[in-house]
């Protein structure tokens, strides 16, 4: 998981493939980003770039 601070928020992430689009998967409460494990390789091996957030998960 990688992390990215801006404005004094940090958000974590997990960064998956390195295509020209990105596909962002966004989860809701009570989820975290483990919900989307079975789809993100699958789409990251068609040529996407695979983007999914969890606010929660950052250090603090």
Request: charged residues 20%; hydrophobic residues 40%.
């Amino acid at each position: 998981m990688r992390a990215n601070t801006g404005n004094r928020f940090e958000l974590a992430f997990d960064d998956v493939g390195s295509g020209p689009q990105t596909l962002l998967l966004v989860h809701g409460h009570p989820f975290d980003r483990t919900m989307w494990r079975p789809q993100v390789d699958p789409i990251a091996r068609l040529g996407w770039r695979v983007v999914v957030p969890c606010p929660w998960a950052a250090r603090s």
